[in-house]
Every structure is written in C-alpha cells, then in structure tokens.
C-alpha cells in the first residue's frame, strides 16, 4: 500500500477513485475544498475502507457505472440508435458517445462487464451497504458516478489524447493544472527534454502523473464542484438508469436531467 496524507481538514473532503484492472485495484485521491491535497492512496479494499472509516462528510466520485443497464436505450427508440449496430450501453452513455465524448459503456448483464467496471461496480455496491447515498443532498456519506474520461473532455469540449500516451497524460495533468491544482507544470516536461536524453532514454517522466492519479482527481474535482459550484456541474442520465455527472454547465452540453 502506498499512501500519503495531509493532515489540514476542513468540513468535507472529495474523493475520486479510478479502478484498475490488475492489482493494486484502487487509486485514491482526496483534496479539500479550495483544491488542496489531502491524500492520495494505493491499495486494495481493506486499505481503501480503512481510509474511508477515518474520514467523515466525504463526497466519493468513483470512475465507474453506479447503476445498471436496464435496456432503457432500446425501450426509448431513439432515432440515430440501431440495435445491434451499437454496443450494450446505457442511454446517457449512448448520448454522450453522439457528442463526442470519450465514455464507457455498461452492458446489462454485471457478468458481461470488463473487469475494471465489474470491480467498480461491485466496490459501488459495498459502499451503499456502508451506508453511502447516491445523493449529494443532507448526506455526510455521498456517492457520485464520475466517468474521468468524458469528465475531462467536458472540460476541453474537444478531442482527447489516449490517456496511455504521453502526449495525453500532458494534455490531462495540464487540464488540472489549470483547474488550479497544485502541481507540476506539464510543460516544464518539454523544458527537460534534450536532445541527448532522447537518446539515452531518461524521459523526466516523474514530472507526470500516471493515468490512474489524473482520473482520480478530475473525479475528485468534479465532487467538489458539485458540493461548490452546482451551477458548473452537469447532471445527465435518467431515473430508469441512474446518473452521472462532469464538471461542466449542463447548458453546454445537452439536457438529459429532465427524465422521462
């Protein structure tokens, strides 16, 4: 386990948790209300829950689906969706693909889910019978769904770099750098680069953060903003299926909170 605390509290911390699909299963990243770090972990369950037990009025975005297919797509007859020529996927997540963004899709059977979503999915499940809501309203224990990926682009309102290649790890850590995290300049990284380090291949890269701590704290800043700035926070989704948020005004990008 690696973790690594800041022990200035205030009222409410915001948590993000990306779900990897191999062991350490977790990454954790909390920080206040004004953005500052709190801490940051790496672990499995037990060591995420341990965490979680120490710390009250938590806001929790989890980088996963909170809530099932129920074939509410299907059911809907859009008229740009054709079954069958699409993937297994939830309506929100069908509309948000149509615009752009970069988004998961959650079958309607938790056996067909890659094992990333299924671990997050099951996690999700946990917390509620540990008394987590999926409401931000009068709850001390709240719990988000918050897909990192159409989170960021929400943000950029363009195209986004695979998170696995290094020109996308800048383009996210710049993102959050201009968010107002405090972090390392992602363009300092261009400023270390010589012509001699290519060749010797010592890349700086420990001046990037990995994919799994970018997706945490957009996760967490986007809990935060909602528990801030509500204004600037996108509710998309529906009753049938649940609902997910990013950190965008919904009026810049397209109104599904008005559930049928």
């Known amino acids: 386990m690696n973790i690594i605390y800041n022990t200035c509290m205030d009222t409410y911390t915001f948590v993000g948790i990306d779900v ?7 990454h954790l990243a909390a920080i206040d209300s004004q953005l500052h770090f709190r801490s940051e972990l790496t ?22 689906p909170l809530s099932i297919n129920t074939g509410y797509l299907t059911q809907s007859n859009l008229p740009k969706h054709h079954p069958g020529r699409w993937p297994n996927c939830r309506r929100v997540e069908f509309e948000l693909a149509q615009h752009g963004a970069p988004v998961y899709f959650t079958p309607n059977d938790p056996h067909k889910m890659p094992a990333a979503m ?6 999700s499940r946990q ?16 719990l988000i769904e918050v897909p990192a990926d159409a989170a960021f682009w929400s943000i950029m309102q363009g195209e986004m770099i695979d998170q696995n290649q290094l020109l996308g790890r800048i383009q996210r850590q710049m993102i959050l ?3 107002g995290f405090h972090l390392p300049d992602p363009m300092e990284f261009f400023e270390e680069i010589t012509r001699f380090k290519i060749k010797m291949g010592s890349i700086p890269l420990d001046l990037m953060l990995t994919p799994q701590q970018l997706n945490a704290r957009i996760v967490a800043y986007t809990a935060q903003q909602l528990w801030k700035n509500p204004e600037r926070v996108a509710k998309l989704g529906y009753q049938q299926e649940g609902y997910l948020y990013l950190p965008a005004d919904s009026s810049a990008l397209f109104a599904t909170e008005n559930a049928q």
Not at 20 to 26: H, L, S
Not at 118 to 123: A, E, I, L, P, V
Not at 127 to 142: H, R
């Open 20 to 26: 990897n699909n191999r062991p350490p299963y977790y």
């Open 43 to 64: 672990g499995d369950w037990e060591e995420l829950t341990q965490f979680l037990s120490k710390t009250d009025k938590l806001i929790i975005g989890i980088n996963a």
């Open 118 to 123: 299924s671990r997050g999915f099951t996690m």
């Open 127 to 142: 917390l509620i019978d540990l008394g987590y809501e999926l409401s931000v309203n009068q709850t001390e224990k709240s």
């Open 177 to 179: 750098y201009e968010l």
